[in-house]
Structures are given as structure tokens and as C-alpha cells.
Nanobody, 125 residues
Framework: RGQLVESGGGSVQSGGSLRLSCVAS????????MGWFRQAPGKEREGVAA???????TYADSVQGRFAISQDKSKNTLYLHMNSLKPEDTAMYYC???????????????????WGQGTQVTVSS
């Protein structure tokens, strides 16, 4: 069974930066497609960024140009580099993975079977 463990969350001021990490192990290996999601209190979980098996990357419009997803396959680690953070970026951030991710489902919860426990990001104004 696969496991995903996120880290790197914290509290920053508006305009600041953070880098989230997600270490994958077990079934969730280098061949899976992976993504980052976030969920704010009272809101649905939304896709932020995803990277396919081929290396193609997809971003949500709300983070395009500010966030960057990357992967270090030698370390089985997925990253989310977050710049120019805004208070509306405040949420619990989750790493997700699956063996197959059809493009229409890349930024949708239903596209992923494996999830981490989440790491909190808080951005103050």
C-alpha cells in the first residue's frame, strides 16, 4: 500500500513564499501521476497543480504564475513552490497520487486514490 507524507506548511505574510514537500513510498512510486490539492474551512477540496507521468504539468487558474510543481524522482519527492502568497491561499494542502490520471481528472479529487494527511498553510494580510 502506498503512503504520502507532506511537510513544509507554516504561517507567512502576504507576498511570502513556502515550499511544500511530499515523500511517496510503497505502491505510490515514481510512475504515478501526482498532484497538490487544498481545502479551506467550509469549502470543497480543489486541485492546485498536477504533474503527469509524461512530465506535463497543469495548474489551476488561481495559482498560475505563482506556484510551481516539481518532482525529484531520485528522492520520490513531489514539491510545490508557492510564491506571492495571498490570504486566500490559506488552506490545508494535500498531496495525491494515482497510477492513472486521465487529463480531465487531473485537478479533481475523483482522479486520485492515494492521499497524504495534509499540511497547513496560513497566509496573513
Amino acid at each position: 500500500r502506498g503512503q504520502l507524507v507532506e511537510s513544509g506548511g507554516g504561517s507567512v505574510q502576504s507576498g511570502g513564499s513556502l515550499r511544500l514537500s511530499c515523500v511517496a513510498s510503497g505502491y505510490v512510486n515514481n510512475n504515478a501521476c501526482m498532484g497538490w490539492f487544498r481545502q479551506a474551512p467550509g469549502k470543497e477540496r480543489e486541485g492546485v497543480a498536477a504533474i503527469e507521468r509524461s512530465g506535463r504539468i497543469t495548474y489551476a487558474d488561481s495559482v498560475q504564475g505563482r506556484f510551481a510543481i516539481s518532482q525529484d524522482k531520485s528522492k520520490n519527492t513531489l514539491y510545490l513552490h508557492m510564491n506571492s502568497l495571498k490570504p486566500e491561499d490559506t488552506a490545508m494542502y494535500y498531496c495525491a497520487a494515482d497510477a492513472e490520471c486521465p487529463p480531465p481528472l487531473l485537478l479533481r479529487q475523483i482522479g486520485y486514490n492515494y492521499w497524504g494527511q495534509g499540511t497547513q498553510v496560513t497566509v496573513s494580510s
